[in-house]
Structure formats: structure tokens, C-alpha cells
Nanobody, 124 residues
Framework: QVQLVESGGGLVQAGGSLRLSCAAS????????MGWFRQAPGKEREFVAT????????DYADSVKGRFTISRDNAKNTVHLQMNSLKPEDTAVYYC?????????????????WGQGTQVTVSS
């Protein structure tokens, strides 16, 4: 069982930055592929970024490439999402997710564990 708790959301002006964190419980964090997803009001939850168990491989949604960076610290059981050059369309609840896998995972239905989410609001 893995429990995930996100933090770091908030209100920021367009062009600004935020760093989201996800703290995971459990001794097997390093065996999990991690992902970030987001859900805007009235829209489906969508993939943002994923990182493999070692942190050596990452993948991003086209809409965030070059602006967002996912990273992990297996010693601290944490995964981060650095978000730069934020746009109003990045406004959403951001969710951290985990799945026991060796590879990258961009499909939300493949993830086993989810956090409660953290709100990110970007004003224009």
C-alpha cells in the first residue's frame, strides 16, 4: 500500500513558477513509476509527466514540454514537479500517482495509487 500526499500548489501570476511535491509512504517507493496528472473544471484528468523508478527516464505531455520538469528523490520518498512559465491554461488540480512498474506510464488507468490533489491557479 502506498499513500501519496501532494503539496506546493497555490495562486501564481502567468509567467511565474511553482514547485509541487508528492510525499509517498512505504519502503518500496523506488520500485514505483510516478506520474503527475491534472484536472481542470469540466475536463477529464490528463497526463502531465511521468518518471521511471530510477529517475533516469521521463516523459511529458506536449503542452508542458520545455516548461515543466519532473524529478524524484528515492532516499526521501518524494517526487517533484517544477513548473515554470505558467499559463492560465495550466490551472487545474494536480494529482500525484504511483504504479509498481519499471517503465514510464502515461495512461491514467494504469496507475494504482493516487493522492488527493493540490490546486494550482494561474492568473492572467
Amino acid at each position: 500500500q502506498v499513500q501519496l500526499v501532494e503539496s506546493g500548489g497555490g495562486l501564481v501570476q502567468a509567467g511565474g513558477s511553482l514547485r509541487l511535491s508528492c510525499a509517498a509512504s512505504g519502503r518500496t517507493f523506488s520500485t514505483y513509476t510516478m506520474g503527475w496528472f491534472r484536472q481542470a473544471p469540466g475536463k477529464e484528468r490528463e497526463f502531465v509527466a511521468t518518471i521511471n523508478w530510477s529517475g533516469g527516464n521521463t516523459d511529458y505531455a506536449d503542452s508542458v514540454k520545455g516548461r515543466f520538469t519532473i524529478s524524484r528523490d528515492n532516499a526521501k520518498n518524494t517526487v517533484h514537479l517544477q513548473m515554470n512559465s505558467l499559463k492560465p491554461e495550466d490551472t487545474a488540480v494536480y494529482y500525484c500517482a504511483a504504479v509498481n512498474s519499471r517503465g514510464l506510464m502515461t495512461t491514467k488507468t494504469r496507475y494504482t495509487y493516487w493522492g488527493q490533489g493540490t490546486q494550482v491557479t494561474v492568473s492572467s
